[in-house]
């Protein structure tokens, strides 16, 4: 028996049982609901609409074919491949914006034979790749500037190519990689900026800049006054009051001046100030009729009205958590979740385990982009988020998003596959 | 095992969002059920299923009215799309652009999203070929409807017309009628309406975000179909009753033909008519105006709602009453010169009769002889009762004949005719100041008589059954197998004691063979009994009338008969009674020439 034999048969013996079913057990789960959400209940078997599932199942196959092939490669291959899936994936995004299909106002797709492929799906895991490239030495600290310059740059440039593909819900996805750095050492300020930023801005959409100006100016005064030492404390609060009013501008001139009328409009119906059921808030208003109407149990599989009749629009892609709330009601889908966040733990954990920081860097990776589409998605299914187009994850139909997804957990299955055989 | 602060750190931060969303979750799915409701609302569509109104046959069974589908051309504008090929769709609908366009700007105004109707009322052979091609333009589909068509245009007067309910009737039903829903408004269809309108039914279908049907919901246990209406079958031989509108085709008049045994019409013409047809739909309105509008009234229902002086049709009445009250008999005999002279006033005669018996005076229709006959009715009577109270006694029997009060027809605005009560002489002339000789035109059925043809046709059924009838009425039953019902008019007895009636069968033969309406009113070998009138019309030329029963022996048919302004009853409405008796008891015609001339006569 050669060394590679050995080697393969190992890394299978090893791999992440728990992950990998629970990875298997998403895909199958995928491909059921989009069965369902095309289900024409007046059709009988074989005259049955299943175009979508029969493709999902394709892209499925294709998935699990990659994902073998990865667990027979080197480990290290996928860390000298990095650089590489990066640039090429970011050229092709750059690429994709000026000479792409058109689907529903994003420039994301290049038709390739009557499949469409989506740059932007694979420069997730090519940015993952990318970042747990640069910081595979555990030498390399992140409060170094020449390190901090080259992940923005890394981080950016995708961004970029995204928001060129008017696909701004993907471009959000990249702000997930700040957990990343977080957990590498990164100062946490940047992070709870943001959280502070969200806040304000939602203040600021909700009422207006003079209110949420007045919040933070009260909060201020009340501090110093309450402080002992008043000087010191005010010129300290500066260095809040100052940034926060910066913030609040900023999120006014940009919801007046940068955002497109459809954005403005999706935000305005989240935000409950405008109640427009039959124009932006027909998406959120239909996912929530799905949702409320599955009830405890769910009206049971393939028997949804307000998905299978296509009352909420694009549901076998970015709704497709509507045909699961409705049709498995409130127990399928809290244990759907259950399943996602057994995913993301275990991620985590696999990632703390890892022996090198390259890996332990890609779990983080990989779980981060993971988390922000589970958020982002289910969150405007339900109605806490706005209306952003982006996949859930290993469920929604596509084909792009179903094999990148699948890589991603395919290479990290490999790498922690590995790690227990000592192989690597 | 150990973990980094950053790792709890983000694991924290996800189970706090994941626990966001379970709550918002729970609250969706668990707390919140108005989305339930929004749901059903969303895709479960309750269609009203309209029930068939009931068939209305004739007394042979044929179909007089029956149910015919048509096709409403809904649109609902926002799902028409903006590139329609324009041009193709008023070929298919054979409109013009300008009309397309017109009608899309009215509906568009009313609302984008509603369901209007772009073409109302199609029949079923435009529409077979529209909807072959309809397919090509979304937005449009079909709604079908039934409404009334009738096979023979003809007894539009009693069968009545539908149309949609107004507020009030929907006010007034307590919940049956809901917007949309066809009521019966006049005839037969308003009488009968509880009966024929059926049992609304529901059904549940699941539609899709296009508003179409994609299948029933909850398998159709939920669903209640419609009950058709019961079915009508008329007393009314709806071919005689076509063959009479024939004969009074370019006449104004009614023409009214009972069995007397049992009191069922079988004729109920009003002249002037309409198809009935004209009353159906949407152009309903339209036809309304129209025919309310023409100067021959053809709307009014003139054998329930006209009232003529009956004129000598009412000396066989008088003569029973007299008989009844002593004061004729038989071989009585009056005097007649030519006239009837009281004071300065004579009521004049057509010819000097001499001195004729009561069979006589009404086979030759004497004036003075009833003039007499009434005088010692109202005046002279042996009981020695003043004249107001013997003019009561007089009108009582006269109300038994239905003179003077509603015979109880089974359609609405039936007119009580004329025959006041003495209360309205002695309001007029003075409590005790009036005796025969001030309404002594009583005696020969003018002044204060008029009686409808329905009337007319009604005491002549009491004359042929010889004291008794039913009140008239056009239903024999409703529903059909164990569910029919039989309806059968009032019976009345006229109180006339049945050997006075002998005289008067005796008369009414001779008036026919060798009276007034020896002429035209005889048919070989059937016995008719009738009598010619003329009611007086201070508008314009008298009215013919003809009252008549067929065979004397056994009476099958009891016919009224008024010609307006055509002058003597003998002439033209003799002629036309023994036709549609001919017609009924043979059923053909031996006098073709006789047809032919009434058939092509105009008198308008």
């Known amino acids: ?424 | 095992m150990k973990f980094s602060e950053e790792q709890r750190v983000l694991q924290i931060s996800i189970i706090v969002v994941f626990g966001i969303f379970a709550l918002r979750l729970f609250y969706l799915q668990i707390i919140d059920d108005s989305y339930e409701i929004w749901s059903r609302q969303n895709s479960v569509r309750r269609e009203i299923v309209y029930p068939a109104r009931g068939v209305i046959f004739d007394r042979n069974r044929e179909r007089v009215v029956v149910n015919r589908p048509i096709y409403n051309l809904m649109v609902v504008p926002r799902q028409v799309k903006t590139d329609m090929d324009t041009a193709a769709f008023c070929r298919l609908l054979g409109i013009e652009r300008k009309t397309f366009e017109e009608r899309m700007n009215q509906i568009v105004r009313h609302s984008r999203f509603k369901p209007s109707i772009f073409a109302a009322q199609i029949s079923v052979e435009e529409f077979a070929a529209i909807q072959e091609g309809l397919f090509e333009f979304p937005g449009f589909y079909a709604e079908s409807r039934a409404v009334r068509y009738y096979p023979r245009p003809v007894a539009g007067h009693l069968l009545g017309y539908t149309g949609e309910v107004n507020d009030k009737d929907i006010d007034a039903s307590s919940g049956y009628y809901l917007p949309g829903d066809y009521i019966g408004i006049a005839g037969l269809e308003k009488t009968y309406e509880p009966y024929m309108r059926g049992l609304r039914g529901i059904r549940y279908r699941y539609v899709d975000v296009h508003n179409r049907v994609v299948g029933s919901y909850k398998d159709g246990t939920l669903d209640s179909g419609a009950t058709p209406g019961h079915e009508l079958e008329l007393s009314i031989d709806i071919k005689l009753q076509e063959y009479a509108e024939q004969l009074m085709r370019n006449k104004r008049g009614s023409v009214v033909a009972i069995e007397p045994e049992s009191g069922e019409i079988l004729v109920m013409v009003s002249a002037p008519g309409y198809d009935p047809n004209l009353m159906v739909g949407k152009a309903r309105t339209r036809h309304y105006k129209v025919l309310s509008r023409d100067s021959l009234k053809p709307l009014f229902n003139r054998p329930i709602q006209a009232q003529y002086p009956p004129g000598s049709i009412f000396k066989p009445f008088q003569a029973l009453v007299a008989q009844q009250l002593g004061v004729v008999n038989p071989s009585t005999r009056y005097p007649c010169g030519g006239g009837y002279r009281m004071g300065s006033h004579t009521v004049k005669c057509t010819h000097v009769h001499g001195a004729l018996d009561l069979t006589e005076s009404i086979q030759f229709s004497c004036n003075p002889y009833y003039c007499w006959t009434f005088k010692n009715v109202i005046d002279h009577h042996s009981s020695g009762s003043p004249p107001s109270k013997m003019y009561e006694t007089w009108r009582d029997y006269m109300d038994q004949f239905a003179f003077g009060r509603r015979t109880g027809i089974d359609i609405p605005n039936e007119t009580k005719g004329v025959l006041p009560r003495n209360a309205y002489f002695d309001r007029y002339h003075g409590k005790g100041r009036w005796r025969a000789n001030t309404i002594i035109s009583l005696s020969i059925g003018q002044g204060e008589i008029a009686l409808s043809p329905l009337q007319m046709a009604t005491s002549m059924s009491a004359v042929a059954n010889g004291g008794w009838y039913y009140a008239p009425h056009l239903v024999r039953s409703v529903g059909s197998g164990d569910d029919k019902r039989h309806f059968r008019g009032k019976k009345f007895e006229t109180g006339i004691d049945k050997p006075y009636f002998a005289v008067v069968h005796e008369a009414l033969q001779r008036v026919v063979d060798a009276g007034t309406a020896t002429a035209y009113g005889k048919i070989e070998g059937i016995t008719v009994c009738g009598k010619t009138g003329t009611a007086q019309n201070p508008h314009g030329k008298d009215h013919a009338v003809f009252v008549c029963y067929a065979p004397r022996e056994n009476p099958k048919i009891a016919v009224a008969v008024i010609v307006e302004n055509a002058g003597f009853g003998g002439v033209w409405a003799a002629p036309i009674a023994s036709l549609l008796i001919e017609k009924y008891l043979k059923g053909e015609i031996k006098r073709p020439e006789l047809e032919k001339r009434l058939l092509e006569t105009n008198i308008l």
């Open chain 1, 1 to 424: 028996m050669s060394g590679t034999a050995r080697r393969q048969q190992s890394v299978f013996q090893y791999v992440d049982k728990p992950l990998m079913l629970s990875y298997i057990a998403l895909c199958l789960l995928g491909l059921l609901t989009i069965y369902s959400s095309v289900y024409d209940a007046g059709q009988d078997w074989m005259n049955q609409e299943r175009g979508n599932a029969m493709k999902q199942l394709a892209f499925v196959g294709i998935s699990w074919l990659s994902i073998v092939i990865i667990l027979s490669l080197d480990a290290r291959f996928f860390e000298g491949l990095a650089p590489l899936f990066y640039l090429i994936f970011l050229f092709l995004s750059v690429l994709v914006a000026f000479v792409g299909n058109e689907i529903n106002g994003a420039r994301a797709w290049f038709s390739i034979g009557g499949f469409g492929l989506q740059p932007g799906e694979f420069l997730k895991l090519g940015t993952i790749l990318m970042i747990a490239f640069l910081l595979r030495e555990k030498s390399t600290q992140l409060r170094s500037q020449s390190i901090k310059n080259t992940l923005f740059f890394v981080v950016l440039f995708p961004v970029v190519s995204l928001l060129l593909q008017k696909d701004t819900g993907s471009a959000l996805v990249y702000a997930s990689f700040l957990l990343v750095l977080y957990r590498e050492g990164m100062s946490p300020l940047l992070m709870q900026l943001g959280i502070w930023a969200l806040i304000l801005g939602v203040l600021t959409l909700l009422f207006d800049e003079k209110i949420s100006a007045g919040i933070v100016l009260g909060l201020s005064f009340l501090y110093v006054a309450l402080s002992s030492q008043r000087w010191r404390t005010f010129l300290r609060s500066l260095t809040y009051i100052i940034p926060s009013l910066l913030i609040i501008a900023s999120v006014e001139f940009a919801y007046e001046n940068v955002l497109q009328p459809h954005q403005k409009k999706r935000i305005d119906v989240l935000l409950g100030k405008v109640d427009d059921v039959k124009g932006a808030g027909y998406n959120v208003h239909q996912s929530l009729i799905a949702i409320g109407s599955g009830g405890l149990l769910g009206k049971g599989y393939l028997e949804g009205t307000q998905t299978k009749f296509d009352f909420v629009p694009e549901q076998s892609t970015d709704f497709i958590f509507c045909t699961i709330g409705e049709e498995f009601g409130f127990v399928g889908s809290i244990l759907l979740l259950l399943l996602y966040l057994f995913v993301l733990f275990r991620i985590l954990q696999l990632s703390e385990l890892q022996g090198n920081r390259f890996g332990r860097v890609y779990g983080y990776g990989v779980a981060s982009v993971l988390f922000a589409h589970i958020v982002v998605n289910i969150g405007m299914t339900i109605g806490l988020l706005p209306v952003i187009g982006i996949p859930l994850p290993l469920l929604s139909y596509g084909g792009s998003s179903q094999i990148a997804f699948g890589l991603m957990m395919g290479i990290m299955l490999r790498l922690d596959s590995g790690r227990r055989t000592g192989l690597n």
